[in-house]
């Protein structure tokens, strides 16, 4: 049987940590506990001690994708559970997450509806996220971003020197466990609005986003996106000859500016993929 630790990454919930820790002790008595305070202001400290909960504290904000890993070092259980403390994931949830891991697969992610999206514009990008994440990987992915997730403690300990200090952890641990041949499943599931104000801001964030495309890519097989376009480089590059040629009867300095941009794209492409292999090589 295996053991379990609950881990929430926390800033400043402590209002929704008063209602949401009772539910978790309830839905999960024998559970290990843990609550990574990330620099945060307000009364989630006091309220962990009213409620027995373990609470790991930081000076001050070092972000969620810290607050995870820290949390995941000091957890003793088999397997961990990562929620989010402001009230959106349901712990009843937990016991069907639990039933996937039993079943064989390494980890369980909760797979949002697009009615449990945080606005349109959120939603959109998910299903970008998702679209692409499928592409890439060749496996379907219902939920790329998910924060709710159920995993075995050895092996996402294997990835914890990858994991970002930001929010894009999921996008990364996902796709670990994918190039890792670890087995992923996706448990649909009900998001509840969020108590207090979400430290996501669309402007500061919109380059994370971004990187979040780029990242899919490198960290599960970057010739994925690399040979496209060295492709759309080399077919410019033809293009433009195929013109100039037809109308100047000449090569153009232009042309081989595309074709040379197509052959360092994909030498690029190709280093990269040799330094993904070795991120994912396990020693001893």
Same mark, same amino acid.
């Given at each position: 049987m295996n053991t379990l630790s609950i881990i929430l990454p926390a800033k400043n919930e402590a209002a929704a940590l008063k209602e949401l820790l009772p539910r978790l002790r309830l839905a999960q008595p024998s559970a290990e506990i843990i609550v990574v305070d990330d620099g945060s202001t307000d009364d989630t400290r006091t309220i962990c001690e009213k409620h027995g909960v373990q609470c790991l504290s930081s000076p001050y904000s070092m972000g969620n994708g810290a607050a995870i890993k820290r949390g995941a070092r000091a957890a003793k259980g088999d397997v961990l559970i990562f929620m989010d403390a402001d009230g959106q994931h349901d712990p009843d949830d937990v016991a069907r997450m639990l039933e996937k891991i039993e079943c064989g697969h390494d980890m369980a992610v909760g797979a949002r509806n697009w009615g449990s999206q945080a606005g349109v514009g959120r939603g959109l990008a998910n299903t970008f996220y998702n679209w692409l994440a499928t592409r890439m990987t060749?496996?379907?992915v219902a939920d790329l971003t998910s924060g709710f997730r159920?995993?075995?403690?050895?092996?996402?300990?294997?990835?914890l020197h990858l994991l970002p200090?930001?929010?894009?952890?999921?996008? *990364?641990?996902?796709?670990?466990?994918f190039r890792s041949a670890y087995p992923v499943v996706y448990v649909p599931i009900k998001a509840a609005q969020r108590i207090g104000k979400s430290h996501i801001r669309p402007l500061r964030d919109g380059m994370r986003f971004l990187l979040i495309i780029f990242k899919i890519a490198t960290?599960?097989?970057?010739?994925?996106?690399?040979v496209p376009a060295s492709a759309v480089f080399f077919l410019l590059g033809s293009m433009n000859y195929a013109w100039t040629f037809t109308h100047y009867g000449r090569l153009t300095n232009m042309s081989t500016l595309m074709w040379s941009a197509s052959v360092i794209v994909f030498l690029i492409g190709l280093v990269s993929e040799?330094? *993904?292999s070795l991120m994912y090589r396990r020693d001893g």
């Open positions: 060749g496996h379907f159920a995993v075995k403690a050895n092996q996402f300990r294997e990835f200090n930001g929010f894009s952890y999921p996008t *990364t641990i996902t796709m670990a466990f960290l599960y097989s970057p010739l994925k996106l690399f040799q330094i *993904t």
